[in-house]
């Protein structure tokens, strides 16, 4: 598999796996338009039943240098507009580190399966859009500490169902 693809569906794994532990569906949306997962929970509460979206981008170690408040990830105009403002399904862009070679991606062992490096989130809801004349692309920094955790997802699935109007 080509060095690119296999980072990115390594990336989608990555999350998903996170999403798994978390106890949350995962979905792949086809064709995917701007949101590579959709995880959800089936409750038994309607009102608990929501859905939230997520763009994964990967970068691997030594691709690129993060600063002091975080990673720095360009993303074109058309994708920016797809992840920003309020929406029925909250969406996400998710930072995914790897390893620089696919046979780093995991270690096995009898008793532990470790998955390497680590995951990081930022919510593109309340960012204004950018001045675009001209520009093709702009500027996202998904801050350091924002870890990509189960708790995080919870948290997510947690704000989204206080969105959620009362039936």
């Known amino acids: 598999m080509e060095l690119n693809n296999h980072q990115g569906w390594?990336?989608?794994?990555?999350?998903?796996?996170?999403?798994?532990?978390?106890?949350?569906?995962?979905?792949?949306?086809?064709?995917?338009?701007?949101?590579?997962?959709?995880?959800?929970?089936?409750?038994?509460?309607?009102?608990?039943?929501?859905?939230?979206?997520?763009?994964?981008?990967?970068?691997?170690?030594?691709?690129?240098?993060?600063?002091?408040?975080?990673?720095?990830?360009?993303?074109?105009?058309?994708?920016?507009?797809?992840?920003?403002?309020?929406?029925?399904?909250?969406?996400?862009l998710v930072l995914v580190v790897v390893p620089p070679e696919p046979a780093n991606y995991i270690h096995v062992q009898e008793r532990a399966l470790t998955l390497h490096h680590s995951a990081y989130w930022v919510s593109l809801e309340h960012q204004p859009l950018p001045h675009q004349q001209g520009r093709k692309s702009v500027t996202v920094t998904v801050p350091r500490e924002n870890l990509l955790t189960v708790d995080a997802l919870r948290e997510f699935f947690d704000r989204a169902c206080e969105e959620v109007p009362a039936s």
């Open 10 to 92: 390594y990336g989608e794994t990555f999350v998903a796996a996170i999403a798994a532990a978390a106890g949350f569906q995962v979905a792949v949306p086809y064709p995917d338009i701007g949101k590579d997962l959709i995880l959800g929970r089936d409750h038994e509460d309607p009102d608990l039943d929501v859905q939230i979206a997520l763009q994964v981008k990967t970068r691997r170690v030594g691709q690129f240098e993060p600063t002091e408040g975080g990673f720095k990830i360009s993303l074109t105009i058309e994708q920016f507009k797809r992840l920003r403002g309020r929406r029925q399904v909250p969406c996400f």
